[in-house]
């Protein structure tokens, strides 16, 4: 079955039958003169078309391009681009694809290192650049005008002289022929070529495309977005049988559905005193590729069917879909209708489903007034009719119509009396400049852009009334019109492109929505108290709308979820709005100034506010936003608007959206400011010198996927506390925690040469107003920087950045400060422990304890760790407050710990006991698992079995680890430097690890168990002590040391126990206990050093170690082996080795 709409033919070149030109016929152009020409070649090995074609090449399906006699170009030397030289085509060259051009005078680019060349050299000026003429002449017998395709040319080096010419743009190309009910005759006088979208004539400029080639783009100040085909003063006759070709040049892109039509102006017979217009729309989109004909067939533009009874309607659409010689009429001249008379026409169902995207057009071009036309359906079981019809009533009389069409939209043009129309869903579209003195709705939605006085809906009908605005003038009627009307309006609609609507400082008292690109001033939306629905609503994909000077009300009444936005942008993409010197208020709970959500594909979405403001009342809250408070009635008012937001953003993470606030821009007086809902899409936002003022300024759920915050240049973020608790901390930037839904995280917050102002009334212990609050237990980065300022105007607050977990990045300058607190805050919570705070750090979304707060590290003197996995993310100073490890009463866990190359400072231990199994003194009490890249420096350490790492390593691994200015002030045994005691229950490997400055003290007056002082003459003091471990026992697994170094550390020992030979200490390891009660245990130093470094202690093996045993030649028990560096130092059975 045929379609009624366009059908596109899309071939590479195009041969245009019987009107291929006659390539010797001249139009008057000057000689050529000048003494320089050049070589021009039309190139034909891509797909392109000019002025002239040749024969076509049935076996190819090519077209030949070939000069034409009179053909002139445009060149210009690149060193002086401001002189333009006429060439001309030698006319021997006409009808041939390569031609010589002589320029006209002179001596033209002779001599040039590199030229640039546009045909035709009419559509070329220095000033002005290529441009397409909005009026272009037809001639009988012609394939087009000579000089329309415009090309390009460029030449440079050793071919200078030689110019290959490309197109820039593309033709559509309307045939028109003679059909045998058409009136014979009927004259066409023009055909026009209009766009709603795009613009297609006047000056342009050429950028490459993807493939390099040079395209024309029409942006300049005399932009048209039509283009008329005049066909002379005494009108044109179409002929039967042959096509009448009319070539628009038009610039090479894809075209919009709907957003093309052609335009005829026509007389029935020459004496005819007026002109009568006929609408023929495109429907499909339109792909125009550079150097292509795009086809409108004759056929295909809907065979202008004229002189039609209304009786006859349906048996000429009938004939045409089911006879297969031609296609259906898309437009039908209905005649014949007298006043009072009633006239029926019927539209057959003949259309197949699967093509029901279908438009007639009826023209009544001599109705009477008084007339009654009925327009109904043919009933047919399980088919379905035309969608799109539009009846036309082309005369000045006012008609009656009644539509029964409730399977189409419909569209009704002209003057009416009283219309009574069932339609669709879709709508009945009443077009501006229709005017109907009385419409009954009884079926269908009604689109208003012209003039309805006075509307009546049926019983039980259910739709929309809709307010269409498709220009400034229809704007102005409307809002002239619309106060007498005896209706409702549900709401405004822009549906086509408005570049310029004026509002006047008048006020739209509708909502407002948009479907296509529309610029609007100077205008109020403030839709009635009784209607609940967003000011502006955007409906389509790819919407560019500015708004200058415009103000958006949201209604007092609404707060429903979805119909409580200024500016809502939902399940659409590509979107890009504007708003300068505007307003948004938002006066209520719950309400947005603009909300962004759920696209429904990937793409993005920009929103830029210039100097706009967005808060619940017209006038700003306050004059200074770095100083004032809000009074208490500013304050009461603020505590009820509840889960208030100025801009809101959510949707699925395919999307992109982007926010710019510029030029003073203000959000405030909302709980939250800007607002990332659960799952929001990434986002980007740029504030430059602007203010964002709420409960907090910005409020984040999401899992950004890349998203980014820049704050800069001034801008101010104020966060504003008024809740008495009994706890409510909150902060200017908070970053939630999935604790209170999602945990946010991958967003990126940089805020730079900036301020926050954090109000905090009234001021409780547990009230607090940070600048930011991290929460969330993922992976965010926050960055201060340059020379941003905390203002806290309670003077309350520790530190500006509070921090829930430090699996969060920071990056804090220098000079970021506070201008105003309490004194000695800190930008980050302070990395100086108070000896008293205990906060535990909680897991993170990847599993790992993050700390960051040395009250965090102090956990471990509360609670044992088992199995977890801490990560280091800042050095530390304990600031030698006494620190008592937690000791496992019931075995140690396997825990990881990720130094992260921090340093831990000012360790103390506050172990009292001088000889205890149950108080392993050390950062770490007893420990097993691995821990790496942490170093502790300046420690003070007492007790036994303690070392300022570890006081007792049961097994793991321990690398990049680092002990600086160490003092052991006493203890019994298995002290060092490093680790105290390895108790070999599992393997132990000691890789990289340094120990740099210490001294190891035998203790003073030691104890014993009824509290009386052990003298060392009685046995008292230390022993079993080294500057690295104390000692270390195997168990049946392997202990390696390698890496390792110690460096100017002095060990005294006072030989407690020195009735024992493995009461040993020494500079290095004080004992390795290798019993043959472990035989299967085996000790390995590897590449250690020791520099600097003694002990006083009697008993010294060698240059490692006070002790291990040896045992004897072939002992039955031998024990468990030692290697140092490679030599053997005990044996041990083969099962160790």
């Known amino acids: 079955m045929k379609k009624l709409c366009f059908l596109l033919s899309l071939a590479a070149i195009v041969g245009l039958g019987s009107c291929s030109r006659d390539f010797s016929e001249t139009d008057p152009t000057p000689s050529a003169q000048g003494t320089h020409s050049l070589k021009a070649s039309i190139v034909q090995g891509e797909p392109s078309t000019r002025t002239g074609l040749g024969d076509k090449d049935e076996e190819n399906g090519t077209t030949p391009l070939l000069w034409v006699a009179g053909d002139q170009i445009a060149v210009i030397d690149d060193a002086d681009p401001s002189t333009v030289h006429q060439y001309i085509l030698d006319p021997a060259a006409a009808g041939q694809t390569d031609g010589t051009f002589t320029v006209s005078e002179g001596d033209g680019v002779q001599g040039a290192a590199s030229i640039t060349a546009y045909y035709p050299y009419t559509f070329y000026s220095a000033s002005q650049g290529l441009s397409v003429p909005a009026t272009q002449q037809y001639k009988e017998g012609r394939t087009m005008e000579t000089d329309m395709l415009p090309m390009y040319a460029h030449s440079s080096g050793a071919e200078v002289g030689e110019l290959d010419f490309h197109p820039v743009a593309g033709l559509i190309n309307l045939q028109l022929t003679k059909n045998d009910k058409l009136n014979e005759s009927r004259l066409f006088y023009s055909v026009k070529l209009v766009s709603t979208q795009d613009n297609l004539a006047g000056k342009g400029s050429l950028a490459d495309d993807s493939e390099g080639y040079k395209v024309l783009t029409i942006d300049g100040d005399d932009a048209s977005k039509e283009i008329t085909f005049s066909l002379g003063e005494s009108g044109l006759a179409l002929k039967e049988d042959e096509i009448t070709s009319l070539m628009f040049v038009v610039p090479a892109k894809t075209y919009s559905a709907s957003t093309l039509k052609f335009v005829l102006t026509y007389k029935n017979s020459p004496d005819d005193a007026d002109f009568q217009t006929i609408d023929l729309p495109v429907r499909s989109a339109v792909e125009v590729q550079r150097?292509?004909?795009?086809?409108?067939?004759?056929?295909?533009?809907?065979?202008?069917?004229?002189?039609?009874?209304?009786?006859?309607?349906?048996?000429?659409?009938?004939?045409?879909?089911?006879?297969?010689?031609?296609?259906?009429?898309?437009?039908?001249?209905?005649?014949?209708?007298?006043?009072?008379?009633?006239?029926?026409?019927?539209?057959?169902?003949?259309?197949?489903?699967?093509?029901?995207?279908?438009?007639?057009?009826?023209?009544?071009?001599?109705?009477?007034?008084?007339?009654?036309?009925?327009?109904?359906?043919?009933?047919?079981?399980?088919?379905?009719?035309?969608?799109?019809?539009?009846?036309?009533?082309?005369?000045?009389?006012?008609?009656?119509?009644?539509?029964?069409?409730?399977?189409?939209?419909?569209?009704?043009?002209?003057?009416?009396?009283?219309?009574?129309?069932?339609?669709?869903?879709?709508?009945?579209?009443?077009?501006?400049?229709?005017?109907?003195?009385?419409?009954?709705?009884?079926?269908?939605?009604?689109?208003?852009?012209?003039?309805?006085?006075?509307?009546?809906?049926?019983?039980?009908?259910?739709?929309?009334?809709?307010?269409?605005?498709?220009?400034?003038?229809?704007?102005?009627?409307?809002?002239?019109?619309?106060?007498?009307?005896?209706?409702?309006?549900?709401?405004?609609?822009?549906?086509?492109?408005?570049?310029?609507?004026?509002?006047?400082?008048?006020?739209?008292?509708?909502?407002?929505?948009?479907?296509?690109?529309?610029?609007?001033?100077?205008?109020?939306?403030?839709?009635?108290?009784?209607?609940?629905?967003?000011?502006?609503?955007?409906?389509?994909?790819?919407?560019?709308?500015?708004?200058?000077?415009?103000?958006?009300?949201?209604?007092?009444?609404?707060?429903?979820?979805?119909?409580?936005?200024?500016?809502?942008?939902?399940?659409?993409?590509?979107?890009?709005?504007?708003?300068?010197?505007?307003?948004?208020?938002?006066?209520?709970?719950?309400?947005?100034?603009?909300?962004?959500?759920?696209?429904?594909?990937?793409?993005?979405?920009?929103?830029?506010?210039?100097?706009?403001?967005?808060?619940?009342?017209?006038?700003?809250?306050?004059?200074?936003?770095?100083?004032?408070?809000?009074?208490?009635?500013?304050?009461?008012?603020?505590?009820?608007?509840?889960?208030?937001?100025?801009?809101?953003?959510?949707?699925?993470?395919?999307?992109?959206?982007?926010?710019?606030?510029?030029?003073?821009?203000?959000?405030?007086?909302?709980?939250?400011?800007?607002?990332?809902?659960?799952?929001?899409?990434?986002?980007?936002?740029?504030?430059?010198?602007?203010?964002?003022?709420?409960?907090?300024?910005?409020?984040?759920?999401?899992?950004?996927?890349?998203?980014?915050?820049?704050?800069?240049?001034?801008?101010?973020?104020?966060?504003?506390?008024?809740?008495?608790?009994?706890?409510?901390?909150?902060?200017?930037?908070?970053?939630?925690?999935?604790?209170?839904?999602?945990?946010?995280?991958?967003?990126?917050?940089?805020?730079?040469?900036?301020?926050?102002?954090?109000?905090?009334?009234?001021?409780?212990?547990?009230?607090?107003?940070?600048?930011?609050?991290?929460?969330?237990?993922?992976?965010?980065?926050?960055?201060?920087?340059?020379?941003?300022?905390?203002?806290?105007?309670?003077?309350?607050?520790?530190?500006?950045?509070?921090?829930?977990?430090?699996?969060?990045?920071?990056?804090?300058?220098?000079?970021?400060?506070?201008?105003?607190?309490?004194?000695?805050?800190?930008?980050?919570?302070?990395?100086?422990?108070?000896?008293?705070?205990?906060?535990?750090?909680?897991?993170?979304?990847?599993?790992?304890?993050?700390?960051?707060?040395?009250?965090?590290?102090?956990?471990?003197?509360?609670?044992?760790?088992?199995?977890?996995?801490?990560?280091?993310?800042?050095?530390?100073?304990?600031?030698?407050?006494?620190?008592?490890?937690?000791?496992?009463?019931?075995?140690?866990?396997?825990?990881?710990?990720?130094?992260?190359?921090?340093?831990?400072?000012?360790?103390?231990?506050?172990?009292?006991?001088?000889?205890?199994?149950?108080?392993?003194?050390?950062?770490?009490?007893?420990?097993?698992?691995?821990?790496?890249?942490l170093t502790i420096e300046n420690a003070t350490v007492y007790g036994s079995r303690s070392g300022a790492l570890v006081g007792r390593l049961d097994y793991g691994t321990i690398t990049n680890c680092h002990v600086k200015n160490v003092t052991f002030t006493g203890g019994a045994q298995k002290r060092g430097s490093l680790i105290g005691y390895v108790s070999g229950q599992g393997d132990i490997l000691i890789d990289g690890c340094t120990v740099n400055g210490g001294v190891i003290n035998k203790d003073p007056q030691p104890t014993d168990d009824n509290g009386e002082i052990i003298t060392e003459e009685e046995g008292g003091a230390s022993t079993q002590t080294g500057g690295f471990i104390g000692y270390i026992v195997s168990g049946n697994h392997k202990v390696d040391i390698q890496n390792c170094a110690i460096k100017n550390v002095t060990v005294h020992s006072g030989m407690l126990w020195d009735a024992y030979e493995e009461c040993a200490s020494h500079e290095f390891i004080g004992n390795i206990i290798n019993t043959y009660k472990y035989p299967n245990g085996v000790f390995t130093l590897t590449n250690n050093t020791i520099e600097g470094s003694s002990c006083d202690s009697e008993v010294r093996m060698n240059d490692y170690f006070g002790f291990c045993y040896t045992g004897e030649t072939g002992q039955a028990n031998p024990y468990a082996r030692v290697v140092v560096d490679g030599e053997v130092i005990v044996e041990g059975p083969s099962a160790g080795e």
């Open 291 to 933: 150097g292509h004909i795009v086809n409108f067939a004759a056929t295909d533009v809907g065979l202008l069917i004229s002189g039609i009874a209304p009786e006859e309607v349906k048996e000429v659409i009938t004939d045409a879909a089911t006879s297969g010689e031609s296609e259906i009429p898309q437009v039908i001249e209905v005649v014949g209708m007298d006043a009072g008379g009633e006239y029926t026409i019927e539209l057959p169902t003949v259309y197949n489903e699967t093509e029901n995207q279908e438009t007639i057009s009826l023209v009544a071009t001599d109705v009477a007034a008084g007339a009654t036309i009925l327009v109904q359906e043919t009933a047919a079981t399980g088919i379905a009719p035309q969608q799109y019809v539009s009846l036309a009533n082309a005369t000045d009389n006012s008609c009656n119509v009644a539509v029964e069409l409730p399977n189409s939209t419909v569209t009704l043009d002209g003057t009416f009396d009283n219309v009574e129309a069932t339609t669709a869903d879709q709508t009945l579209i009443i077009p501006s400049g229709t005017v109907v003195q009385n419409l009954t709705v009884k079926q269908g939605s009604v689109k208003i852009y012209g003039t309805v006085k006075n509307l009546t809906t049926a019983p039980g009908w259910s739709g929309e009334i809709v307010r269409g605005i498709s220009s400034q003038e229809c704007f102005d009627k409307a809002m002239e019109n619309d106060a007498s009307i005896n209706y409702t309006f549900d709401y405004a609609l822009i549906d086509r492109p408005i570049p310029n609507l004026d509002g006047k400082g008048q006020t739209l008292a509708l909502p407002l929505k948009v479907s296509a690109d529309a610029t609007i001033s100077n205008l109020t939306i403030r839709p009635s108290e009784s209607i609940e629905a967003n000011g502006i609503t955007i409906l389509q994909d790819s919407v560019d709308l500015s708004l200058n000077g415009v103000d958006i009300y949201v209604s007092s009444n609404n707060s429903s979820a979805g119909l409580n936005t200024g500016l809502l942008i939902a399940e659409v993409n590509n979107v890009t709005a504007t708003l300068k010197d505007c307003h948004i208020v938002v006066p209520k709970s719950y309400q947005r100034g603009i909300n962004m959500h759920s696209a429904k594909t990937a793409g993005t979405t920009t929103v830029t506010l210039d100097n706009t403001h967005i808060g619940p009342t017209f006038e700003p809250l306050t004059t200074d936003y770095s100083r004032d408070t809000y009074t208490q009635e500013q304050i009461d008012a603020f505590k009820g608007r509840v889960d208030s937001r100025g801009v809101s953003f959510g949707g699925p993470h395919s999307a992109h959206y982007v926010l710019n606030l510029r030029n003073g821009s203000v959000i405030e007086g909302v709980f939250y400011a800007i607002n990332f809902t659960y799952y929001a899409a990434p986002v980007e936002i740029n504030v430059d010198r602007s203010i964002i003022d709420g409960r907090c300024a910005f409020n984040i759920w999401a899992n950004g996927e890349g998203t980014k915050i820049n704050v800069t240049n001034g801008s101010k973020l104020v966060g504003r506390n008024y809740f008495p608790g009994p706890t409510k901390v909150y902060a200017n930037i908070v970053i939630e925690s999935k604790a209170n839904g999602q945990a946010a995280e991958n967003n990126v917050i940089t805020v730079r040469d900036s301020e926050f102002h954090c109000f905090n009334e009234p001021q409780t212990n547990t009230n607090w107003q940070y600048a930011v609050d991290v929460r969330s237990e993922g992976v965010n980065t926050i960055q201060l920087l340059g020379e941003t300022k905390i203002y806290d105007h309670s003077g309350r607050l520790p530190h500006a950045i509070d921090v829930g977990s430090w699996s969060n990045r920071f990056v804090i300058d220098p000079s970021v400060s506070f201008a105003m607190g309490k004194e000695g805050a800190t930008i980050l919570p302070t990395h100086i422990w108070d000896g008293s705070s205990f906060k535990f750090p909680g897991k993170a979304l990847d599993g790992k304890y993050y700390i960051g707060e040395p009250s965090q590290l102090a956990v471990l003197t509360l609670q044992v760790p088992e199995g977890m996995d801490i990560v280091l993310v800042r050095d530390l100073d304990l600031n030698n407050h006494p620190w008592l490890a937690k000791y496992p009463t019931s075995g140690t866990k396997a825990n990881t710990v990720d130094g992260g190359g921090h340093t831990i400072y000012n360790l103390n231990t506050a172990t009292k006991a001088w000889d205890t199994k149950t108080e392993c003194a050390g950062l770490f009490s007893a420990f097993a698992g691995t821990i790496k890249d």
